[in-house]
């Protein structure tokens, strides 16, 4: 798919944006330089800030290219940072795990305000994002020049940051890419948690540490998707009480030890990595989420226009339960 | 010489509204009114405020007045510092005083405020939408195990510690058997029980009336291990290892030998009449490891089935001591901040030592979270707590669940006169005495007690719900949610809050 289809169907839903940050995320974009972390940058004062960013990046392995990521200019769109993008290898002879170097990385140079903000750090994907509306955005970035399996893509109305381009979603970390809809009022405990843990939130809003938490439990702590997804928006107590007992200690246990992960307020959150997407509402459904099928293309959305605008045939239209996980993976 | 000092107290009855019933000199255990052939008279040196002979006058004749005579006021020489070194100056002697820290230092608790949703969140009403106070304390793993087996199924990996639950993040703190009565202590379990939640027994033994509540009671082994052994320890729902105690910390106890009757001797498991002195420190423990051992040995003896608590006083390093202790298989620490409450302790040390239990659970959780073990140990807060304000406000700060102590006692009908170390308590809590124990009516005082829990824990869901959160465990250290309201910067950064505005 290229990236026409989901910035027509983003566009169905402008009411719920402000024209102050939109975003996307493709998966399956970078196919030459598979191998390599894909480090989407914004630059502010690049004469300054690139030099400082080449040499932490040569302190921990090669960059094998980099480049200005193509933009064009739009009318509507004021281009505060310039956006780069680097193909990058951890050196291998560090002994460390490559994701363990470049989430280190990403930690560092963003925590650190140098001119520099690490907003995609993934192999084979990329984020878009800046201060506008979807259709801006897309048109500067051209996304419809690039090919993807998995499309995230979302339209910000800003209350916290407005019109930084850092804030806008899609959030990645390494493999994963998260949007939000809604707003996460256990915010501050998930980020004492989460940074107990050595990550480190640079981005004023509460939509970053929903991608820590994902790659804490599913990458570092191996928990199943479906499972990591059951931490942050578990059953009540009293639906646990009810479970038959195996069932019900483990789900004890994951809502003792995952007590800080679990995320409270109003969101709607779909969440990707290369092999699976997958949508998620806290648990008592305070925002909407409807999934769309058609073939073997999944679609998960805040609104059903947006679905028939990509896809008109789509064949199932349903509304999840509320923390009832809807999770797309790719066969092969 | 020093000569009389000025009455505390000046107690009137208004004769027009006395029908002289009596019913003031019968309740009054401090002798401040007598008969006088027909009439009534008063000796207001007597009294202590304790309002007895107010809360039972059924004509609202009599007047309490504070201060009635003034001293030439200073700023620097108050009253009390005053009054000290004339008591001190006749007697030569520590100055003794009840309940907690009577100095005026600022309440950090009044200078925070809570946060409630508008508009970008939707806050929840508790009336229609599930809130959880559901609470759980105990040691828990920093990950999970979780494997699927073939067929999907979850297997859980990993051994869990049990845990101990309440409905409600609020128990009731430990007050011993001989600090209070029996009848206090049965009001207190029975509302406990009928709450969901836990009290702790003190260091004063389990009294057989106790044992139908053993379930909801938390043993406390202390340093004088009154009333220690291995059926009392298997009777609890939990040991606590006390250490300290926010009223008098670095100090022990010491439980006259006139209040140790022949109940009290059995319970305690000391002679009768005899002095019951806890030592300062516990002369087994002189290092953390040496606790850690005393937490291994307890756990060993009821075979890893009871949750083991720590108790300490918040002092000024109590959040390096509550890392050491979560370095011990101990699955609670107890952090009881200057302002809580006791029988007796110097005076002194109840108002000089020690540090607020705001300061003491924000650096607690701060550095278990800094070293990554926050997960390790529970917090629990206790000292001051006297509303669900105060409870969301710990609980945001850092705390997992609370203690109250003087607030369950005055749920009871205590009027926090501080006069708990004379054993004369009117109102049957702070006493021995039979006549003064039989006016606590155990069914009655279980339902006050229970009330006020209750009350609590709805106030709780309400203000969870005003914030948009749905589960107490959301709010435990989301401290984004709390401001501080003329609380100067460096304390602002030790609680981590911002100010009111930002």
Known sequence: MDGSG?????????????????????????????????????????????????????????IEHDEAIPTRDRPGLRAAHTPWRYFFKPDPSLGTPEDEIVSALVMQVNAARRGALIFSSGKDLGVFKAGGWPEDVADFYRIEDYEGYIWLAHNRYPTNTPGWWGGAHPFNLLDW?????????????????????????????????????????????????????????????EEIDRMPEAEREWNGALRLVYASAMMNGPFAIVAANRDMMVGFTDRGKLRPMVVGECGDRLYISSEEAAIRAMEPRVESIRMPGAGEPVIGRIVA | MIGSLPSRYRIGIDPVRCMECGRCIENCSYGVFRWDYDRIQVNSRNCTACHRCIACCPRDAISLEEHPCDYRSHPLWTREAREAIYNQARTGKIILAGMGNALDYPVIFDRLVLDACQVTNPSLDPLREPIELVTHLGKRPARLDLRRREGGDVELRTRLTPNLRIETPVMIGHMSYGAISLNAQVAMARAAKETGTFMGTGEGGLHAALHPYQDRMIVQVASGRFGVNIDYLERGAAIEIKIGQGAKPGIGGHLPGEKVCAEISRTRMIPEGSDAISPAPHHDIYSIEDLAQLVRGLKEATEWKKPVFVKIAAVHNAAAIAAGIARSPADAVVVDGFRGGTGAAPMVLRDHVGIPIEAAVASVDQKLRDQGIRNEISVIASGGIRGSADIAKAIALGADAVYIGTAALAAMGCRVCGNCYRGLCPWGIATQRPDLVARLDPDEASGLVANLIRAWTLELAELLGAAGINSIESLRGNRDRLRGYMLDEGLMQVLDVKPVGA
Request: glycine share 10%.
């Open chain 1, 6 to 62: 989901i910035r027509e169907a983003l566009s169905m839903m402008n009411e719920r944006g402000s024209g102050e940050g939109a975003g996307y995320a493709a998966y399956g974009i970078y196919p030459d330089y598979r191998d390599c972390y894909a480090l989407h940058v914004f630059f502010d004062g690049i004469r300054e800030s690139k030099p400082l960013l080449d040499s932490t990046l040569a302190q921990w392995g090669t």
């Open chain 1, 177 to 237: 890419s998260v949007v939000h809809n809604g707003e996460i009022t256990s915010y501050g405990t998930n980020r004492r948690y989460i940074e107990s843990f050595g990550y480190t939130c640079t981005m004023h809003t509460d939509t970053e540490v929903v991608a820590y938490l994902i790659d804490l439990l599913v990458r570092r702590h191996g928990l199943d998707v479906d499972i990591a997804i059951r931490a942050l928006a578990p059953p009540f107590w």
